[in-house]
């Protein structure tokens, strides 16, 4: 099964950039890497997606590394409304992945 | 346009019965994935289904099963309920498929089993 490693907590300052790494070591040559992050009492929400080149979008940024065995999440100004667990993951339409623990992201005002 | 909906949003049990949760997908949307959502084991992937058939299982007994139906709303039924099965239930549904494209999820359904 594909698995996905965080760190369990990060801590980042409003209005300073946030970098959230993930280790992906399974991951596959067609394998997407998605990052969702789900805010208390809520479903996951989307954030980014990617594949080989890094992506932005109105959200955040995504690093993918040449290999491909980790990527970051960037978010260029952290809002306290960015507080929630981010997850990275990423499996075909065959595979069985979770989402793994997740970082949980405080921000400080 | 309408995101993705759950019923019912909580539900109490007791173990041994069954529980049927329904998820209704953004129209057009063809695959519904379904997930479990415990504090000690976190998202754990269920199954999947496209087009009415199942594409993808994840490692749960066979005590939980799953169908989508044409119109692509999917229902996921768990048997002989035990304490364990205690967990946010959410589903998400996508265009293509979870694995290369965007899912959107519900907001859960939240199952108590006493």
């Known amino acids: 099964d594909a698995k996905t490693t965080q760190p369990n907590s990060m801590e980042s300052n409003e209005e300073e950039p946030v970098h959230l790494p993930c280790n992906h070591s399974?991951?596959?040559?067609?394998?997407?890497i998605h990052w969702y992050r789900q805010l208390p009492s809520q479903g996951p929400e989307y954030v980014i997606h990617?594949?080989?080149s890094n992506v932005n979008n109105r959200m955040a940024s995504l690093a993918i590394a040449e290999d491909r065995k980790s990527s970051t999440l960037i978010l260029h100004r952290a809002t306290l409304r960015d507080a929630a667990v981010y997850y990275c993951i990423h499996d075909t339409n065959a595979g069985k992945s979770t989402f793994g623990d997740g970082t949980t992201l405080t921000v400080k005002p | 346009k309408a995101g993705v909906t759950q019923t019912p949003r909580y539900l109490i049990k007791t173990r041994g019965q069954q529980v049927t949760l329904s998820c209704s997908p953004i129209?057009?949307?063809?695959?519904v994935s379904w997930y479990q959502q415990t504090p000690g084991q976190g998202l754990q992937f269920l199954f999947e289904?496209?087009?009415?058939?199942?594409?993808n299982k994840g490692n749960f007994p066979g005590r939980f099963s799953g169908r989508q139906f044409s119109n692509s709303r999917s229902e996921m039924n768990v048997s002989t309920l035990e304490l364990g099965d205690s967990a946010l239930y959410l589903c998400a549904s996508s265009l293509a498929g979870r694995g290369t494209d965007t899912q959107y999820f519900g907001p859960g359904t939240r199952l108590t089993v006493l």
């Open positions: 399974t991951i596959s040559g067609t394998d997407y």
């Open positions: 289904y496209f087009s009415e058939t199942q594409r």
């Open positions: 129209s057009g949307h063809r695959s």
């Open positions: 990617g594949l080989t």
